[in-house]
């Protein structure tokens, strides 16, 4: 009844919105649908509601089943050292609240270092497992540590959580953190922050771990020794996690930490920047931006990010744009990446598809005579693997740009943030942020998993939309990103084959290439600072009918097949967020 409500709510509001909806649900893409209807509801507090009321507690058979295998690890067990600093003023009802839901949980195996900022503090709780203590040295809990934890007054943590985190840590990784959200005095829970796996990109562009997080206490030592403000644990996260591998951090997708607010915070509100930390002093101490000769500056969000250089005369980039016909938005694409483009170091090619138009062939054969272009043709069926697999082998760059004819620059930097991505040793294929006409976020990272395939996170948005916890505007590690732009260099592009000829010709062949990227132990980024506009499909235009639509099902068949993006979640998306929408709601 609720949905059948909102449906008649958005047709009544917006009803042209509404009709395109229905549109494409008629035309089977029912992903695409849904999105676009997403946009026009605000139901996200209802839809967590509804969640908690499903999982905020444990069954009878879950609890007793957890008390059974604490009991029977009740010798042995990793020891958690959790540190909370206390600010002076601090009232005792906050840390009274904190220290209640630790002395409820199902395992016993820690202690509660309290550090108070002041001389004034006094507080008596009948638990040795809580100390009070002043500065580091009065600590030699830690030295018992498997791992360190840090905690803020008032903060309370689900009965099942340090019994999750003991259970996660059986392997020794090197990190463990969990999913949160928001607790009010009257323990009210609201605005959930359900996070990706370990994206250490996204942490230099935000604090995104917060609590509870455990980290390793042999590395914490070796960073320094630990102290209890979040300042020292963020610097211990950038510092340590650039070193981690994705098998050395377990992330667990549940709510176990309530991050104590006296007012909620909504997510399109929250900045996850640093916590109160001063982000700039982090990223300039801390992470490979210590060591490199980075700009720092303001986003449009109010971000801190640091941009690394390129020099002019950087590696030689090779730009290449299918085309066939299409003479207006092939040469609105190569002209704007002409004029407005800062990086000088490319060349375009222009791989001629059968162009059959004499307007379209006068233009080739003008625009060939510029220095920076060239034109190569490719004749037969529309294969847009084969066409830059072939202009690949022409190309004279050691870094490759895949472009869409229907793109248009926007940022004239774009290719100087792109290649400084795609430059480090460990980075596969970087796509930038790619908007519609209407300036609505067409692409900002894709995830697999995604209506049973792979979607674009944060599709529709505005974008002066912050999105989810402002990841559409936030660099960070995606399994996939768009072939409409990207830049990679030629050398991984060639070690993993570069696209698929035969099973992907038209569709998916930018998130198979990604995915045998990340396969082979490199990241993709989505860069949010290179920003385009992309008129998508103005080219090849739909697949929704005839044999664009059947071939279209084939190659989705095939990405399932190798892929499982029908029963695999996406490491960076959550597996409690749905997958039937592309605007990271539950």
């Known amino acids: 009844m609720r949905l059948l409500y909102l449906w008649i709510r958005a047709a009544l509001l917006h ?74 003023g601090t009232g005792d009802i906050f840390l009274r609240r904190t220290i209640k839901s630790l002395r409820e949980q199902f395992y016993e195996h820690w202690t509660l270092c ?39 007054p008032g903060d309370e943590l689900s009965e099942q959580a340090l019994y999750m985190f003991a259970r996660a840590v059986e392997d020794s990784p090197a990190l463990v953190y969990c999913d949160e959200d928001q607790l009010n005095i009257r323990h009210v829970r609201r605005h959930s922050h359900f996070k990706p796996g370990w994206n250490y990109e996204l942490l230099l562009a935000c604090d995104y771990i917060g609590g509870l997080s455990a980290l390793r206490a ?54 996850l920047a640093s916590h109160g930390v001063n982000h700039e002093e982090m990223l300039r101490r801390h992470g490979p931006l210590a060591r490199q000769d980075a700009d720092f500056s303001v986003d449009a969000f109010g971000h801190i990010r640091g941009r690394r250089r390129v020099a002019n005369d950087g590696p030689f980039v090779s730009l290449i744009i299918p085309t066939r016909d299409m003479r207006r938005l092939t040469k609105n694409c190569v002209s704007s990446i002409l004029r407005k483009t800062e990086y000088r170091n490319f060349e375009i090619l222009i791989v001629n598809n059968d162009s ?89 990272g894709v995830y697999t998993g995604m209506g049973g395939l792979a979607g674009h996170g944060h599709r529709m948005l505005k974008a002066n939309k912050p999105g989810y916890f402002f990841r559409a505007h936030l660099s960070q590690y995606v399994s996939a990103v768009t072939a409409a732009c990207l830049i990679v260099a030629k050398d991984k592009f060639l070690e993993v084959g570069g696209l698929d000829e035969e099973a992907f010709k038209v569709a998916f062949n930018d998130v198979d290439f990604c995915l045998k990227l990340q396969a082979a132990g490199y990241d993709n980024i989505y860069h949010p600072h290179a920003v385009l506009f992309h008129y998508e499909s103005k080219s090849r235009g739909k697949d929704i009918k005839g044999e664009k639509r059947a071939r279209y099902l084939r190659e989705a068949t095939a990405l399932k097949a190798k892929w499982g993006t029908d029963v695999e979640v996406d490491r960076y998306f959550n597996i409690n967020l749905s997958t039937a929408r592309e605007d990271f709601v539950l």
């Open 15 to 88: 009803p042209v919105r509404s009709l395109v909806a229905f549109f494409w649900l008629v035309c089977g893409k029912r992903l695409r649908a849904r999105n676009r209807f997403s946009v026009l509801i605000e139901d996200e507090r209802y839809r967590y509601e509804k969640w908690l009321q499903k999982n905020a507690r444990l069954s009878e058979a879950e609890r007793k089943k957890i008390i059974e295998a604490v009991k029977a690890d009740k010798a042995e067990g990793v020891r958690f050292v959790l540190l909370c600093e206390v600010p002076h």
């Open 114 to 152: 309290l550090l108070p900022v002041g001389e004034d503090f006094t507080l008596q709780v009948a638990d040795k497992r809580v100390q009070i203590v002043c500065g580091v040295q009065a600590m030699p809990e830690l030295n018992d540590a498997d791992y360190i934890c840090w905690l803020k």
């Open 218 to 271: 042999d590395l914490a030592r070796k960073h320094g020794e630990p102290t209890a403000s979040w300042k020292a644990r963020y610097g211990a996260l950038l510092s340590l996690g650039e070193g981690f591998s994705r098998d050395d951090v377990r992330h667990i997708p549940a709510v176990l930490y309530h991050r104590y607010v006296r007012k909620f915070i909504g997510p399109n509100a929250v900045r």
């Open 356 to 444: 059959r138009k004499p307007a379209m062939l006068q233009y080739l054969s003008n625009i060939a005579s510029h220095k920076k272009v060239r034109v190569l043709d490719y004749p037969g069926a529309f294969n847009y693997s084969a066409i830059n697999n072939f202009a690949v082998s022409q190309a004279r760059g050691d870094f490759i740009g895949l472009i869409n004819n229907d793109t248009e620059v926007i940022t004239p930097g774009w290719l100087d943030e792109l290649l400084a991505q795609a430059m480090r040793a460990h980075i596969g294929a970087v796509g930038a942020k790619l908007l519609y006409g209407d300036q609505r976020i067409q692409h900002a």
